[in-house]
């Protein structure tokens, strides 16, 4: 096939992507009156940068063979990539609003060899799009990666059943349940702080004022007055951020689609800006499942996998840890987990407790570390200072319900760890996607006859918790140790 140009707009989007660099002074100078000169160089900048932007457009070149595509690229430094269609673990979609009213799409393809794609294209048609993607597919090894759990006979209908589809009832589930409410309007703060912080201020304080005197007018009784106003800005700003969470679910999440065939996980998402991505199944390494106490009081859960090859990557092909389920009930989790995992893993049977004395191990830092700060309010307000140690009776029964709660267990090609009391966590990997295990002991450890076996896992622990069944009896830990040696050793 001849050598092809991307999508005659192409052009606008390179444009597009230039010029969002500069918003922010734009917007400085539109809505503040007020810039620097660094604002000002910024925006010529711009103007410098648009004809560059335009001439990549034309300077890009790509050819699909049959087993291989061609990328050429670059205006005076040229870069040929030449990848073949084996070495592809991903082809990735994204749509926005733009995108999707021009019918394109940006193409990511990505191999997993390092910590960007391997190429993008900003952008193709749909159709090319799609046929890309699905001559990428076609030109895969046609068996299963090793452990899959499902049969080739079963394949056809895995890849047309979706595993989870999240409709509009569970996406509001999700968002009452979630916190990212929060996280948006401190965002938000942050940012409206770098534009005017008296603006921002004074906008808060009016807010507040009004609330204050809302709540305020409602009773004329003294403390009753603000015990009341205090309450109605707590209740605004908790449905507030409530009503934000679940417009955040509604817009990341829509359309969200999990399916899968015997070579990878496909996943689909999102109302304005549309992404359309696939894992490979030989990329995943571990799990962890969630549960917060909210989710607790709907039965639902969170998943995600840590995947190989994404570690310290800031694209969304390249993400180190994939949410395959951002709420899902029980069976749901269970169905997703036992299709890639072999002979029905999941749920965990036999779970083991830790030492008797694990709880001392988790009450006794954080209790020794308060009396540094106790100590100095001593200093500082007298007996007063000693109110901080109150807080001591409810670390020791924290962890008292950490330890009752917390286990692990090792059995059917898979290790597993739970912890937690309010919020659940499990993590778990299949012992053969194990790197490395390795025992740790601190003085403490030594003290009470206990050690802690870790298991490294590609990526595993970057953002997530690591794979590590703590405090356990030093034989129970030094046997475990040397019963996943002997089978990554295998």
Same mark, same amino acid.
């Given at each position: 096939?001849?050598?092809?140009?991307?999508?005659?707009?192409?052009?606008?989007?390179?444009?597009?992507?230039?010029?969002?660099?500069?918003?922010?002074?734009?917007?400085?100078?539109?809505?503040?009156?007020?810039?620097?000169?660094?604002?000002?160089?910024?925006?010529?900048?711009?103007?410098?940068? /648009?004809?560059?932007a335009v001439a990549r457009y034309y300077s890009f070149r790509y050819r699909i063979g049959a087993d291989r595509i061609v990328i050429r690229s670059g205006l005076l430094q040229r870069t040929v990539r030449d990848i073949a269609f084996t070495r592809i673990q991903?082809?990735?979609?994204?749509?926005?609003?733009?995108?999707?009213?021009?019918?394109?799409?940006?193409?990511?393809?990505?191999?997993?060899?390092?910590?960007?794609? $391997?190429?993008?294209?900003?952008?193709?048609?749909?159709?090319?799009?799609?046929?890309?993607?699905?001559?990428?597919?076609?030109?895969?090894?046609?068996?299963?990666? %090793?452990?899959?759990?499902v049969a080739d006979d079963d394949a056809g209908n895995a890849a047309d059943a979706p595993l989870l589809q999240l409709d509009w009832r569970e996406l509001l589930k999700l968002g009452l349940v979630s916190n990212k409410g929060m996280v948006l309007v401190a965002?938000?703060?942050?940012?409206?702080?770098?534009?005017?912080?008296?603006?921002?201020?004074?906008?808060?304080?009016?807010?507040?004022?009004?609330?204050?005197?809302?709540?305020?007018?409602?009773?004329?009784?003294?403390?009753?007055?603000?015990?009341l106003a205090g309450l109605l800005v707590l209740l605004v700003a908790f449905v507030a951020l409530r009503l934000i969470s679940v417009a955040q679910a509604f817009l990341h999440y829509h359309g969200f689609t999990l399916r899968a065939d015997r070579q990878r996980?496909?996943?689909?998402?999102?109302?304005?800006?549309?992404?359309?991505?696939?894992?490979?199944?030989?990329?995943?390494?571990?799990?962890?499942?969630?549960?917060?106490?909210?989710?607790?009081?709907? %039965?639902?859960?969170?998943?995600? /996998?840590?995947?190989?090859?994404?570690?310290?990557?800031?694209?969304?092909?390249? $993400?180190?840890?994939?949410?395959?389920?951002?709420?899902?009930?029980?069976?749901?989790?269970?169905?997703?987990?036992?299709?890639?995992?072999?002979?029905?893993?999941?749920?965990?049977?036999?779970?083991?407790?830790?030492?008797?004395?694990?709880?001392?191990? $988790?009450?006794?830092?954080?209790?020794?570390?308060?009396?540094?700060?106790?100590?100095?309010?001593?200093?500082?307000?007298?007996?007063?200072?000693?109110?901080?140690?109150?807080?001591?009776?409810?670390?020791?029964?924290?962890?008292?319900?950490?330890?009752?709660?917390?286990?692990?267990?090792?059995?059917?090609?898979?290790?597993?760890?739970?912890?937690?009391?309010?919020?659940?966590?499990?993590?778990?990997?299949?012992?053969?996607? /194990?790197?490395?295990?390795?025992?740790?002991?601190?003085?403490?450890?030594?003290?009470?006859?206990?050690?802690?076996?870790?298991?490294?896992?590609?990526?595993?622990?970057?953002? $997530?918790?690591?794979?590590?069944?703590?405090?356990?009896?030093?034989?129970?830990?030094?046997?475990?140790?040397?019963?996943?040696?002997?089978?990554?050793?295998?």
């Amino acid at each position: 096939m001849p050598e092809q140009r991307l999508h005659p707009l192409s052009w606008l989007f390179e444009l597009f992507n230039v010029l969002k660099q500069f918003i922010v002074p734009l917007l400085i100078l539109l809505f503040t009156g007020r810039g620097d000169r660094y604002e000002f160089w910024g925006l010529i900048g711009a103007g410098v940068m /648009v004809p560059l932007a335009v001439a990549r457009y034309y300077s890009f070149r790509y050819r699909i063979g049959a087993d291989r595509i061609v990328i050429r690229s670059g205006l005076l430094q040229r870069t040929v990539r030449d990848i073949a269609f084996t070495r592809i673990q991903n082809v990735s979609l994204h749509r926005n609003p733009l995108h999707r009213l021009m019918g394109v799409a940006e193409v990511r393809l990505e191999t997993g060899g390092g910590d960007k794609e $391997e190429g993008r294209m900003r952008v193709l048609g749909l159709p090319e799009a799609e046929r890309l993607r699905q001559l990428v597919r076609s030109g895969e090894a046609e068996t299963p990666p %090793a452990g899959a759990g499902v049969a080739d006979d079963d394949a056809g209908n895995a890849a047309d059943a979706p595993l989870l589809q999240l409709d509009w009832r569970e996406l509001l589930k999700l968002g009452l349940v979630s916190n990212k409410g929060m996280v948006l309007v401190a965002a938000g703060l942050g940012a409206a702080f770098q534009f005017d912080q008296g603006l921002a201020r004074a906008t808060l304080n009016r807010a507040a004022g009004w609330l204050w005197n809302q709540g305020a007018e409602l009773t004329a009784i003294g403390p009753a007055r603000y015990a009341l106003a205090g309450l109605l800005v707590l209740l605004v700003a908790f449905v507030a951020l409530r009503l934000i969470s679940v417009a955040q679910a509604f817009l990341h999440y829509h359309g969200f689609t999990l399916r899968a065939d015997r070579q990878r996980l496909s996943l689909a998402r999102g109302l304005l800006n549309r992404f359309e991505g696939a894992l490979p199944r030989t990329r995943i390494q571990a799990w962890t499942l969630r549960q917060s106490w909210l989710q607790r009081q709907v %039965a639902r859960f969170d998943l995600r /996998v840590d995947a190989a090859g994404g570690k310290g990557a800031k694209s969304e092909t390249m $993400e180190a840890h994939w949410q395959l389920a951002p709420i899902a009930d029980a069976e749901q989790v269970a169905g997703i987990i036992n299709t890639v995992l072999p002979a029905r893993a999941w749920p965990v049977d036999g779970w083991r407790p830790l030492h008797p004395d694990a709880w001392k191990r $988790e009450f006794k830092a954080p209790a020794l570390f308060l009396l540094v700060p106790a100590a100095i309010l001593v200093y500082w307000l007298h007996a007063w200072g000693l109110l901080l140690l109150l807080s001591h009776p409810w670390l020791w029964f924290q962890s008292k319900q950490w330890a009752k709660h917390a286990g692990y267990s090792y059995g059917n090609g898979l290790i597993a760890v739970r912890e937690g009391w309010i919020g659940k966590t499990w993590r778990f990997a299949e012992v053969r996607k /194990v790197q490395a295990v390795y025992l740790k002991q601190s003085p403490f450890d030594r003290r009470h006859g206990m050690a802690t076996v870790f298991c490294d896992t590609v990526n595993a622990g970057s953002f $997530e918790p690591p794979l590590a069944v703590r405090y356990l009896p030093l034989a129970e830990a030094v046997a475990l140790h040397d019963a996943i040696a002997a089978a990554i050793a295998e």
